[in-house]
């Protein structure tokens, strides 16, 4: 028997912020209202509209449209979408909705990265649903299988592309062997990065997401200042040369791992930094402005998430599919999952994360420049997986791929061998991911 109710009371839905993702939430919710009501049992009606210049949103009837963000949360409305972005007011409001029961879904990963433990008690206490699955990766259903399809899986790792303006300027650099300043540029006239690239290029969109992926994963609450960040403004068309040698490319990963000491404890190692991948894996292919991320658990093995990350109607997908939920939820009675940070395990601090690292030297052209390098790694007990030594004279190179050690070890094996006075110059250090070489 359908579970619609053609009679039951309308979910009414306060709707804050109207822009590249607002818009298209809009439009949606108009366009496929008969839908809408009969997948959710009720009709879905838009109270009212928050945003800050009126004047500007033509598209929205003009009786919904106010400057008062606060006074509409506080209405009779039973969801609250936000789609304004940044921590305030959208922090204030989103609080405010939950303490009074009102169900929220929103895209911000900022707010929930840094205030995700804030909003889950507000929620929790009022018995509310909170629900975010647009906050990472767009339009690709994953924060929905974290916290529910693998609910029962133990997720070892969550490894991804997730920020889809850093993964358009390394795709590009790769094809075109020009540097990360022109590519940039390039970028910000074709519309991919933005004026302001500072929160894409220097990894901070990507941590906050990875915060988000980490604190599903784990059952742990991480938050973006728990994530060890570098972003991409130092890869060189030299680092992308070296990588394409070795039959691998530089992406900007959001790496969550499940580190298991040797005494058996556990921790979690969370980080965004530009890492060599082999070709052969799956995140090597997702080229552009898509997002992919690739989780494993122990009895799912590998699962690979693919698609658009970001744009406004692939995002206010992931909003409109969350909105079904929570109104259902309203609709039929019960809540969807509760924030879950039982497991409680320590971030490992990313100088005791193993890692393997790609070193690429400029070295003298003399008999014992390789003894001296590998003795310098010996020395830090790193060991060394695959050495290549090229050329001649001027042209004399020498290339380094190490097992995994711990990256602080890694970090000051590359110190030392910069002094060395065989090393005319460290043409390129980073991190490997994939299987072990
Ligand atoms: N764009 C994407 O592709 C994408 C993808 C994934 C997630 N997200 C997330 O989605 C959220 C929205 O992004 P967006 O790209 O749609 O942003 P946007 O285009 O900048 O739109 C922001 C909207 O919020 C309104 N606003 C700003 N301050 C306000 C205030 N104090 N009170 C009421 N309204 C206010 C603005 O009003 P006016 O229009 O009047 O200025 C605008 O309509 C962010 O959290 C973002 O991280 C975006």
Do not use: W
Not at 121 to 136: H, Q
Not at 238 to 265: F, H, P, T
């Amino acid at each position: 028997m359908s579970e619609r109710k053609p009679d039951a009371a309308p979910v009414r839905v306060a709707l804050l912020g109207c822009g590249t993702v607002g818009t298209e939430v809009v439009r949606l919710l108009h366009e496929q209202a008969d839908d809408l009501t009969a997948r959710v049992g009720a009709p879905v009606e838009v109270a009212g509209v928050a945003v800050r210049r009126p004047n500007k949103h033509r598209d929205v009837p003009a009786e919904l449209l106010t400057t008062d963000a606060a006074g509409l949360v506080d209405s009779d409305v039973d969801v609250v979408v936000e789609v304004i972005g940044g921590i305030e007011p959208a922090r204030t409001l989103l609080l405010a909705a939950l303490r009074s029961g009102k169900s929220v879904v929103t895209a911000n990963k900022a707010l929930l990265a840094e205030h995700g433990a804030e909003l889950f008690e507000a929620a929790d206490a009022s018995g509310a649903d909170l629900y975010f699955e647009a906050a990472v990766a767009g339009a690709i259903p994953l924060l929905r299988p974290l916290r529910e399809s693998l609910a029962g899986d133990r997720i070892t790792r969550v490894m991804g592309i997730v920020n889809g303006t850093t993964n358009f300027i390394l795709s590009a650099m790769d094809g075109t062997g020009a540097s990360y300043a022109e590519t940039l540029e390039e970028a910000t006239q074709l519309g991919y990065a933005e004026a302001d690239p500072t929160a894409d290029v220097d990894g901070f969109d990507a941590a906050a997401k990875a915060a988000i992926l980490a604190s599903l994963a784990f059952h742990t609450r991480v938050t973006a200042a728990d994530v060890h960040r570098e972003g991409i403004a130092s890869v060189t068309a030299s680092d992308v040369a070296a990588a394409r040698e070795l039959g691998r490319a530089v992406k900007l990963l959001a790496i969550c791992e499940r580190v298991v000491g040797e005494d058996g404890s556990e921790s979690v190692s969370v980080r965004v930094h530009p890492a060599m991948i082999p070709r052969s894996h799956p995140l090597a292919g997702v080229n552009g402005a898509f997002n992919a991320v690739f989780v494993e658990a122990e009895a799912a093995g590998q699962l690979m998430f693919y698609g658009q990350g970001a744009g406004g109607a692939p995002t206010a997908s992931a909003v409109l599919g969350d909105l079904v939920a929570v109104a259902r939820n309203r609709v039929v009675g019960g809540r969807g999952p509760r924030e879950s940070a039982y497991a409680d395990l320590p971030v490992r601090p990313m100088g005791q994360t193993p890692t393997r690292y790609h070193v690429s030297l400029d070295v003298a052209d003399r008999s014992g420049v390789l003894s001296q390098v590998a003795a310098v790694f010996a020395e830090h007990d790193v060991s060394i997986a695959v050495v290549r030594q090229q050329g001649r004279g001027e042209d004399a190179s020498l290339v380094v791929v190490t097992h995994s050690a711990q990256d602080a070890a890694l970090r000051s094996t590359v110190d030392k061998i910069a002094g060395l006075p065989v090393v005319r110059e460290v043409v390129s250090v980073m991190r490997v991911e994939g299987e072990e070489p």
